[in-house]
């Protein structure tokens, strides 16, 4: 499996536990929705691991009124339990289209069986 590959599984694993929208392709962003962006590498062990820095965003529709930021609470907390126990989470917006967002930074590593050229 590829890395790609990797992130897309995760991506849709994401999306059965939170019951949102999960897209990798800021080309198809549509809020409400999760996107996740592109990882830094940061750790390339060859033989034992890749580790990925991935920005995963929780977007509402624009503009940032009321109702659109009280669905970003009324799903944060189910966004960060998909991810991690514990994660600190920022409030801003996504551009392009200025959707109201939650942002945080997930670590994946992946390993070389899972991982072909």
């Given at each position: 499996?590829?890395?790609?590959?990797?992130?897309?599984?995760?991506?849709?694993?994401?999306?059965?536990?939170?019951?949102?929208?999960?897209?990798r392709d800021?080309?198809?962003?549509?809020?409400?929705?999760?996107?996740?962006?592109?990882?830094?590498?940061?750790?390339?062990?060859i033989g034992?691991?890749?580790?990925?820095?991935?920005?995963?965003?929780?977007?509402?529709?624009?503009?940032?009124?009321?109702?659109?930021?009280?669905?970003?609470?009324?799903?944060?907390?189910g966004f960060?339990?998909?991810?991690?126990?514990?994660?600190?989470?920022?409030?801003?917006?996504?551009?392009?289209?200025?959707?109201?967002?939650?942002?945080?930074?997930?670590?994946?590593?992946?390993?070389?069986?899972?991982?072909?050229?």
């Amino acid at each position: 499996m590829s890395l790609a590959s990797e992130l897309d599984t995760w991506a849709a694993d994401l999306a059965t536990a939170t019951g949102i929208t999960v897209t990798r392709d800021p080309s198809t962003v549509n809020p409400p929705c999760i996107v996740v962006g592109m990882p830094s590498a940061t750790r390339v062990t060859i033989g034992e691991d890749v580790a990925l820095d991935l920005p995963v965003s929780l977007l509402a529709p624009s503009p940032g009124d009321k109702a659109n930021v009280d669905w970003l609470l009324d799903h944060l907390v189910g966004f960060v339990a998909a991810l991690s126990p514990s994660q600190t989470v920022d409030a801003g917006t996504y551009a392009p289209g200025d959707f109201p967002a939650y942002t945080t930074t997930v670590q994946l590593h992946v390993t070389p069986d899972a991982l072909t050229p």
